[in-house]
C-alpha cells in the first residue's frame, strides 16, 4: 500500500461531505475519492439487507480505485453494514458511531444526550447502544428525522419549510432537558444553522466529521499511510445521478469548485 493512495468516502449523496470536509481540513495532503450514491439516495428508509448490499457495492467501487483506508461517510450505513464491511475488507474501515458517541458523551455535562438520525440508525439503535456501552448512566433520547435528507439534497438550508419541519421533529426532544444533540446523520450538518435556532444555543450539536476526521489521522499515522507529500491532496468524486445538482450543492457546501466529477452507471456498482 502506498502512503499516496487516496482515502474513500461513500455515502447515499451529499452528506458524506461533511466529513469529507472535516477530514481535508485536518489533513489537507490526503488525495481523496468521493461516492455518493445519489441514484438510490435516502438509505435510511431502506431495509438492513438492501443498505448491506448497496454498501459492499460502493466499497467495491472504492477499492477498485486503490483507497487505503475507507470512510464509511454515512451514518445509516456505519450503523447497519460496518461488521460487514470489516468483515470483507482488507483496508481500515472507520465509520461514524463511535467517534460520534464518544465526542457526545465529552460534550454533555448533564447527561442527557439527544439522538438525532434517520429512521435506519435509529431504529437499530446504533447511537444509544454505543452510548450506553461506554457509559450506562446516561439518558439517551433519540428521534428519526427521515426529511432532513432530501431537505439537505435539495439545498434548503434557509427554508421556512425546513424550520417548520425542524419544529416538528425537535420539539419534543427539547422538552427533555438535553444538554447535547448528537446530528447522527452526515446530511444534517448542511442544516445545522436551522437545528441550533430550533433546539437554543444551550444545546451543543454534535456532529461526528470531526472526531472521525482524528481517527482517520490515528489510523494513517499508526499505519505508516500518511501522505507526506506537501501538495494539496487531489479531490475525485463519483456520483450514480445527476452531476450537475450534486456539484451546485457540493460546492456551495465545500466553498470550493470541484474540477473531478464523474458518473457512475449503476451497472458498474451492481455488476462488478
Ligand atoms: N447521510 C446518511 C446518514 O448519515 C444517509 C441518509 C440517507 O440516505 O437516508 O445516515
Not at 106 to 111: A, L
Not at 218 to 229: A, F, P, Q, T
Amino acid at each position: 500500500m502506498d502512503r499516496t493512495n487516496p482515502i474513500g468516502f461513500f455515502d447515499s449523496g451529499i452528506g458524506g461531505l461533511t466529513v469529507v470536509k472535516a477530514v481535508s481540513q485536518l489533513l489537507p495532503n490526503e488525495n481523496i475519492v468521493y461516492f455518493g450514491d445519489t441514484a438510490r439516495v435516502p438509505y435510511g428508509s431502506k431495509s438492513n439487507d438492501t443498505v448491506v448490499e448497496y454498501s459492499l457495492q460502493a466499497a467495491n467501487f472504492l477499492l477498485r480505485k486503490n483507497i487505503k483506508l475507507l470512510v464509511v461517510a454515512c451514518n445509516t450505513a456505519s450503523s447497519v453494514a460496518l461488521k460487514d464491511l470489516k468483515r470483507f475488507l482488507t483496508i481500515p474501515v472507520i465509520g461514524m458511531i463511535e467517534p460520534g458517541s464518544k465526542l457526545a458523551l465529552r460534550e454533555s455535562k448533564n447527561s442527557k444526550i439527544g439522538i438525532i438520525g434517520t429512521n435506519a440508525t435509529i431504529n437499530n439503535k446504533a447511537y444509544s447502544n454505543e452510548i450506553r456501552k461506554l457509559n450506562p448512566k446516561i439518558k439517551v433520547y433519540e428521534k428519526a428525522c427521515p426529511l432532513f435528507v432530501p431537505i439537505a439534497e435539495e439545498g434548503w438550508i434557509d427554508h421556512k419549510a425546513t424550520e417548520l419541519i425542524a419544529k416538528e421533529y425537535l420539539t419534543e426532544l427539547k422538552t427533555k432537558k438535553i444538554d447535547s444533540l448528537v446530528l447522527g446523520c452526515t446530511h444534517y450538518p448542511i442544516l445545522k444553522d436551522v437545528i441550533q435556532k430550533v433546539v437554543g444555543k444551550s444545546v451543543k450539536l454534535v456532529d461526528s466529521g470531526t472526531p472521525a476526521a482524528r481517527l482517520v489521522e490515528e489510523y494513517l499515522n499508526g499505519r505508516g499511510l500518511r501522505n507526506i507529500s506537501n501538495q494539496i491532496g487531489k479531490k475525485e468524486f463519483y456520483v450514480s445521478d445527476i452531476p450537475s445538482k450534486f456539484r451546485d450543492m457540493a460546492e456551495r457546501f465545500l466553498g470550493k469548485k470541484i474540477t473531478h466529477l464523474h458518473k457512475v452507471e449503476l451497472d458498474e456498482l451492481v455488476n462488478e
